[in-house]
């Protein structure tokens, strides 16, 4: 399974490509402006705890709700997620709380379409970001 994800904040642009048919899984993220992406082997299922509060509808997608808890980097992010059911699973909106921040992350205008093989690989040019890529993009 292939995904491709496109982000668009003021001031910054990414792609997330999600490459579950890769031994491991690995997901890219492509930072546009600079050329540069970020590999990281997806090891959700190890770094993850979910509990399944129920069913519920977001946007038109029948979705299965869950609280969970990622062990990540800089410790452990807890919170709720909504997986469509119709998109494979995919997490169409994730509110985590760790420490006095909350993080909201929800996918809008959601297209499913085929497209090109090349959009799920790294674009030629791109360099592997070393150490923190948000200090390299300074």
Do not use: M
């Not at 808890?69 to 760790?98: C, F, K, N, V």
């Not at 040019?125 to 948000?134: C, L, N, R, V």
């Amino acid at each position: 399974k292939k995904t491709r994800i496109e982000v668009q904040i003021p001031g910054r642009e990414s792609v997330q490509i999600a490459r579950k048919d890769k031994n491991p899984p690995v997901v890219w993220t492509l930072l546009p402006d600079h050329h540069l992406y970020i590999e990281s082997i997806d090891k959700k299922k190890d770094e993850a705890k979910k509990e399944f509060l129920g069913n519920e509808t977001l946007e038109g997608h029948p979705c299965k709700k869950y609280r969970v808890s990622l062990y990540g980097p800089t410790g452990i992010y807890s919170g709720l997620q909504w997986e469509a059911t119709d998109l494979d699973d995919t997490p169409i909106r994730q509110e985590y709380q760790r420490e006095n921040q909350t993080l909201v992350i929800e996918l809008k205008n959601i297209h499913v379409q085929p497209l090109e093989s090349t959009l799920f690989e790294i674009p030629a040019g791109y360099k592997k970001a070393e150490g923190s890529p948000f200090k390299q993009r300074r």
